[in-house]
């Protein structure tokens, strides 16, 4: 049974930082890449970040460019999200996804709630 856990979502002032976590189990974490995701209220939910099975490959979506960094750690089937100068607009339930690629599956955890606002 595949299951994603995030965490480390949270309320935060503008400029502040956070760190989200995605704990996986039921699939060979160390062979897939894995996402981010995020979705703010009334909008689609979008990509925020991908990282390469090893992890030194890594992609962002443009808003997040140099403020975002996505990590992983293989031994304990973990992904990251550590998030800057996080700003009003990162404002979105964030989700972790694993997305099985020779079924055209998409696993997506429960998501964790960012709130960045004074």
Known sequence: ?????????????????LRL????SGFSFSSNAMSWYRQAPGKERELVARISVAG???????????????????AKST???QMNSLKPEDTAVYFCNWRWTIRGRDYWGQGTQVTVSS
């Open 79 to 81: 992904v990251y999200l």
């Open 56 to 74: 030194d490959i890594s992609h962002y979506a443009d808003s997040v460019k140099g403020r975002f960094t996505i990590s992983r750690d293989n």
């Open 21 to 24: 976590s995605c704990a996986t």
């Open 1 to 17: 049974q595949v299951q994603l856990v995030e965490s480390g979502g949270g309320l935060v002032q503008p400029g502040g930082s």
